[in-house]
């Protein structure tokens, strides 16, 4: 099975997600930032928080004092950490003029500015670039490398090696940043599902062109055989 096969048959499973949530590419941006290590449901309350007290911009946040945007963080857990990295972030998006301002560079040299924000590592960064600024590019987190790996998408060099994995994608889906969006987050919508660190193989239509599932499906189909 090809990326582009996955997208087909995870489509027709689960149908467009239309991610990533965000009013706009600010927010969109900083709800990259607030999810790392938590549940995107802790990282939205802290955004519902930042709405609230009217600071969902770069202007507002950098404004704000060290102790009250901790404060409206806490939902999403780790806010000391993170209060410094959206600053951080903040400053670096005004020093090169807002989304606006981010337009004229390529992706290429976009993603190493990026990276260069103390706080953002590849999977931040590449959220950022495909969900707040429609770069093709792929996000590769904890479900891809289970879903691939499982599927023999991956094979065991390739296995959590971040770069490697996410080229492979974007070679094999190319230059279609909504292609590889849609991607992403119905992998993810698969790994809550039925991927999950148990699989749900009896219950996943991927199963049979799963080369981890194929065992235990072969067995459990002699089993009820076996009954009759």
């Given at each position: 099975m090809t990326p582009p096969e996955l997208l087909?048959?995870?489509l027709e499973m689960h149908g467009p997600q239309d991610?990533?949530?965000?009013?706009?590419?600010?927010e969109i941006a900083v709800g990259a930032i607030l999810t790392q290590r938590t549940s995107w449901r802790n990282a939205a309350r802290a955004i519902e928080n930042l709405r609230a007290a009217n600071c969902l911009g770069i202007d507002a946040l950098l404004r704000m004092g060290e102790g009250h945007l901790q404060e409206l963080l806490k939902p999403c857990g780790f806010y000391r950490v993170k209060a410094a990295r959206l600053t951080r972030f903040c400053r670096w998006l005004a020093a090169h003029g807002g989304f606006p301002g981010l337009g004229a560079m390529s992706t290429p040299a976009l993603r190493e500015a990026l990276l260069g924000v103390h706080g953002i590592g590849p999977e931040t960064a590449d959220a950022i670039l495909l969900y707040a600024c429609e770069r093709p590019v792929f996000v590769v987190d904890a479900y891809a490398y289970r879903l691939f790996g499982r599927l023999g998408l991956i094979d065991a060099l390739a296995q959590r090696n971040y770069e490697v994995v996410r080229r492979r994608v974007e070679c094999a889906l190319g230059a279609d940043s909504s292609s590889l969006s849609e991607l992403h987050a119905l992998v993810v919508r698969h790994g809550q599902t039925f991927c999950r660190p148990k699989p749900l193989c009896e219950q996943c239509r991927l199963r049979e062109l799963c080369p981890s599932a194929l065992p235990?499906?072969?067995a459990a189909v002699a089993g009820r055989g076996s009954h009759h």
């Open positions: 087909d048959r995870l991610w990533w949530p965000g009013e706009d590419a600010f235990a499906h072969a």
